[in-house]
């Protein structure tokens, strides 16, 4: 008989956080997590986001409430591990040099990196007993040009559509190169949305330092890649689109996921 004591369970906490830069949203989740310090623009003073925080993970199964945010170019988000410091006022203070370092993050052009470096020195003055990381984000927006979005019902018919709006859009950007690809995967995305899913289905385009193809549909079933057999008619889409693209993926929200 084993009569030692059971090894007590250990968790881990988390913050989760995406950033849409076309509709400047911010979703936010914490699993027993502090929240990040937010900053608004140049007269804000800067305040800890006001984000409920769920169990941490492998520490219960209540349901973890996130929080969306609507952010502006120039907001600065201060991520931190937290605890900063031990107890009372040191961290009191730890949390006022963050809000400072944020603060002068968003009214200021010096490097995040500088800045980040700059405050970790701060924090750094006594000894700790835990290591300290920090992450400073400054929010940037994508500028409506570069961005197209179509709503479209979960008709067959409006694959071939898609492909041609898709088409047409990166043609208006010079991005005529990639038009073969991306109308694969815009017909492979848009198929599973009509087939699976039902509507409305939106498609969305995003030009930045590369280009970004969404396709959003109401289900919020987890997609996920198999390789078909030879006799199979179907079956190779999300296959094709990984092998197509540099990076895929899904997210969720309310209203369904985007692909």
Avoid at 24 to 44: K, M, Q, T, Y
Avoid at 218 to 226: F, K, L, T, W
Wanted: glycine fraction near 10%; charge should be negative; charged fraction near 25%.
């Amino acid at each position: 008989m084993d009569t030692s004591e059971p090894s007590p369970l250990h968790g881990a906490t988390c913050l989760y956080a995406v950033y849409d830069p076309v509709a400047g949203r911010c979703r936010l989740a914490s699993a027993g997590h502090p929240a990040p310090v937010l900053v608004r623009g140049a007269e804000d003073a800067g305040d800890v986001v006001k984000l409920q925080p769920g169990p941490p993970l492998g520490g219960g199964t209540e349901p973890f409430e996130p929080l969306e945010l609507r952010l502006l170019p120039g907001d600065v988000l201060a991520f931190h591990s937290g605890p900063l410091t031990g107890h009372g006022q040191d961290t009191e203070r730890d949390l006022r040099d963050l809000c400072d370092s944020a603060r002068g993050a968003a009214h200021g052009t010096r490097p995040l990196l500088e800045v980040a470096e700059h405050l970790t020195a701060r924090l750094r003055r006594e000894q700790r007993p835990e290591d300290i990381a920090l992450l400073l984000a400054r929010v940037g927006r994508v500028p409506p040009g570069d961005t197209a979005f179509w709503e479209l019902p979960a008709e067959p018919a409006q694959v071939a559509r898609a492909r041609s709006l898709a088409a047409g859009q990166l043609t208006d950007w010079g991005l005529d190169e990639l038009a073969f690809t991306t109308e694969i995967i815009v017909s492979e995305l848009v198929t599973n949305a009509v087939r699976y899913a039902g509507g409305p289905v939106g498609l969305r385009l995003t030009r930045h330092d590369r280009l970004v193809c969404e396709v959003t549909d109401p289900s919020q079933s987890q997609p996920y890649p198999r390789r078909a057999r030879l006799s199979d008619e179907g079956g190779r889409g999300l296959f094709l689109v990984a092998q197509m693209t540099h990076r895929w993926g899904s997210r969720y929200h309310p209203g369904g996921k985007t692909i």
